[in-house]
């Protein structure tokens, strides 16, 4: 990756006084930009799950969350099993108090959109010093309104969201050649999500790419042991099937068929969606952040999403690229810097000219990339206006008493879960462990439940158990609930 060192060992270098040389006007931009970020964040998510346009993680993590604040383990009635034998994220326990406070799956969502907006302001802050006040705040927008925080925050919330300030802070550390403030914040993503310790792996290659062996090695070493102890002993001991499930071959038969499997295959190896991804990953800071060193940090996370034979992993929607956009893009601010010249670099001499057409142009970039991405559906008014749909379903939702069990599609399980022991509607009726479930009620979206591949499960379904056991109470626009008898 040549270009790297133009930052790497000049204007990082020299990023002290820019950094006093920042106006004070530039620490208002910012904040104010993570502000406004933060609020946006807040009411396009809470919106979107409010018209029942989310996924069920939402509910999941809502009732492991809603054991934490009660000092409870955090079992998931959806998984059938303590959430830390799925995925080992210990820092959804900050989010407990909160939660205690307010138990309502919107408080999530809140927490998630003030974490994304603290990573806008990291990011802005060190884009400003590494390329201006002006041109950094540009750039900090683009940021703002990049395609993976967008399709994470349209999915609903997810543990991963709340890593994202932390991986833009090592990030940010890296670009000033803080080298132990970077390990030390490196470690944290440990807490985060267990595959984010190849991640720490990564930033401890980089470390000693730029001659940091100390710090690199010790980043290194420990991830790699933080990684083994949890997927071949944490995990195990809180799995129900004594296995950590997203090794190949590892899934229980009743999960979504093609989950988790290596790719290895010509049908699953190569895909244009792959190609996408990574167009769209680089573009918003036009490709210059394949002239960083730093752009190894995001290789762990396209690789195993790239290898596994899932096609949910290789595309742009869902929560799995927000991870990548602040590396991204520092590391794009890095590229650019180092293509502006080691003069540049030596004198502190900045072409602001150019670097504002750059600024100009990754704005423009981010903008027309998320056209077709779910902001674009947050600028109509018909998001924030009422929609029939919107109104059948929250009307299916209200057939089902508070405190009793439900099983639902997985689009209306945020609705039910602060109020309702809820499980995903499944083929056959059977709870995350595949065992035979009975639930009180039942509620179908016959015009969106397509999680499971089965052809004509849910025909069969309301042919059987439905039809024996249950009495249909409701059915409008799609929306059809069933009370057991």
């Not at 310790?197 to 470390?207: E, N, Q």
Request: aromatic share 12%; net charge positive.
């Amino acid at each position: 990756m040549p270009g790297s060192s133009g930052l790497a060992t000049g204007a990082i270098g020299a990023s002290a006084p820019a950094r006093s040389a920042l106006p004070p006007a530039a620490l208002l931009a910012r904040w104010s930009l993570g502000f406004a970020a933060f609020a946006w964040y807040a009411a396009f998510s809470l919106n979107a799950a409010a018209r029942h346009l989310g996924g069920f993680d939402l509910a999941i993590f809502d009732q492991a969350i809603a054991n934490l604040a009660h000092f409870r383990a955090p079992v998931s009635d959806i998984k059938g099993f303590d959430l830390f034998g799925d995925h080992f994220h210990p820092i959804i326990a900050i989010v407990a108090p909160c939660y205690r406070l307010y138990p309502h799956p919107g408080t999530l969502l809140v927490i998630q959109a003030a974490a994304l907006g603290l990573s806008v302001v990291i990011v802005t802050k060190a884009l400003q010093e590494t390329l201006g006040a002006h041109s950094g705040f540009a750039m900090g927008f683009a940021y703002a309104i990049s395609w993976g925080l967008q399709s994470a925050l349209y999915f609903g919330f997810h543990e991963v969201s709340l890593g994202v300030p932390i991986i833009a802070a090592v990030s940010a550390r890296c670009l000033r050649r803080e080298w132990s403030r970077a390990a030390v914040y490196a470690a944290f993503l440990l807490l985060v999500k267990e595959d984010l310790a190849l991640t720490v792996a990564a930033f401890g290659v980089y470390l000693c790419i730029q001659h940091a062996y100390r710090h690199g090695v010790a980043l290194i070493a420990t991830s790699l042991v933080w990684l083994g102890l949890v997927v071949g002993v944490v995990i195990p001991l809180l799995n129900p099937y004594g296995r950590y499930l997203y090794w190949p071959g590892g899934a229980p038969p009743q999960w979504t068929p093609g989950q988790p499997k290596l790719g290895l295959d010509a049908d699953t190896l190569w895909s244009w969606q792959k190609v996408l991804t990574l167009v769209l990953l680089f573009a918003p800071m036009l490709f210059l952040a394949l002239r960083s060193w730093l752009a190894i940090v995001l290789v762990p996370t396209l690789a195993w999403r790239f290898l596994s034979a899932n096609p949910h992993y290789w595309g742009t929607k869902y929560h799995y690229s927000e991870i990548l956009m602040p590396v991204a893009f520092l590391a794009g601010a890095a590229g650019l810097v180092g293509l502006l010249g080691a003069r540049m670099a030596a004198t502190r001499v900045r072409p602001e000219r150019l670097t504002r057409a750059f600024a100009i142009a990754v704005v423009a970039v981010g903008l027309a990339i998320s056209v077709g991405f779910p902001f674009a559906k947050g600028v109509r008014p018909s998001y924030w206006g009422e929609c029939t749909r919107c109104a059948a379903a929250s009307a299916a939702v209200a057939q089902v008493p508070h405190g009793v069990s439900v099983a639902a599609d997985d689009a209306l399980l945020p609705s039910l879960v602060d109020r309702d022991t809820v499980h995903v509607l499944a083929p056959a009726l059977v709870d995350g462990l595949g065992e035979p479930l009975r639930p009180s009620y039942v509620v179908v979206d016959t015009m969106h439940t397509v999680q499971y591949s089965q052809p004509r499960w849910l025909a069969a379904l309301r042919a059987g158990v439905l039809s024996s056991d249950y009495t249909q109470v409701f059915s409008r626009d799609g929306y059809v609930v069933y009370r057991k008898h």
